[in-house]
């Protein structure tokens, strides 16, 4: 597998602050997405461009927790620590697995996964690492915070109501992944909480994060 910091790919991050999701559309049928898309040519294009940019995010997570998941340790942590990484990793397969059928199902072509994602700018900024267990997880949930923030933002971007729809019933779930991460953590310290603040926004990124 290799290095994470030696990849030459733009920053998870750069990526996600693009505004688009990570899971639009993981619950909304095929059949559902042609009737809704039968608008206009442009809103096809449109839409499915955002799939095939969140179709890249997902493979970017799927490759993220395999290379976590490789560098866990055997401990009672690192095996807690797997198991959710695995089960988070599982959701984004799904979700990779609906983008491409979608996108085929639209006359598009699929994207394909690159080899390997550079994550260095969380690194850099103390938001998790690949040197321990703890690290690991730390960086799973600044993944899976800006996750979030971006799905929220793509999603007032589409421009078919059915994809809106499906999008606001998806972000639960997606948050829900973040705070399953932060809830691991509060076994081991009680002055984390699974949910830090009323809301996840920009404004309360840093209450959602843990800084190494």
């Given at each position: 597998?290799?290095?994470?910091?030696?990849?030459?790919?733009?920053s998870r991050r750069a990526a996600l602050k693009t505004g688009i999701a990570i899971s639009a559309l993981a619950a909304l049928s095929l059949t559902t997405l042609n009737s809704a898309n039968a608008n206009t040519g442009s809103d096809t294009k449109h839409d499915m461009a955002i799939l095939n940019a969140a179709l890249d995010?997902?493979?970017?997570?799927?490759?993220a927790y395999g290379v976590a998941a490789e560098k866990l340790s055997d401990s009672k942590v690192g095996n807690v620590i797997k198991a959710l990484a695995l089960r988070n990793q599982a959701d984004h397969i799904?979700?990779?697995?609906?983008?491409?059928?979608?996108?085929?199902?639209?006359?598009?072509?699929?994207?394909?996964?690159?080899?390997?994602?550079?994550?260095?700018?969380?690194i850099k900024a103390g938001e998790g690492n690949l040197d321990s267990d703890a690290n690991i997880a730390k960086?799973?949930?600044?993944?899976?915070?800006?996750?979030?923030?971006?799905?929220?933002?793509?999603?007032?971007?589409?421009?078919?109501?059915?994809?809106?729809?499906?999008?606001?019933?998806?972000?639960?779930?997606?948050?829900?992944?973040?705070?399953?991460?932060?809830?691991?953590?509060?076994?081991?310290?009680?002055?984390?909480?699974?949910?830090?603040a009323a809301q996840l926004s920009k404004e309360t990124r840093s209450q959602w994060i843990l800084a190494i």
């Open positions: 597998m290799e290095n994470i910091n030696n990849v030459s790919d733009n995010l997902e493979n970017q997570a799927i490759w799904k979700h990779r697995d609906i983008f491409i059928s979608t996108i085929k199902s639209l006359g598009g072509t699929p994207i394909n996964a690159k080899g390997a994602y550079d994550l260095s700018a969380y960086l799973a949930l600044a993944l899976e915070v800006d996750a979030v923030l971006a799905y929220a933002s793509a999603v007032s971007k589409l421009r078919t109501p059915a994809l809106v729809a499906a999008g606001l019933t998806i972000l639960p779930d997606e948050s829900a992944h973040a705070a399953a991460i932060r809830a691991v953590f509060s076994t081991l310290d009680s002055t984390i909480h699974a949910v830090p």
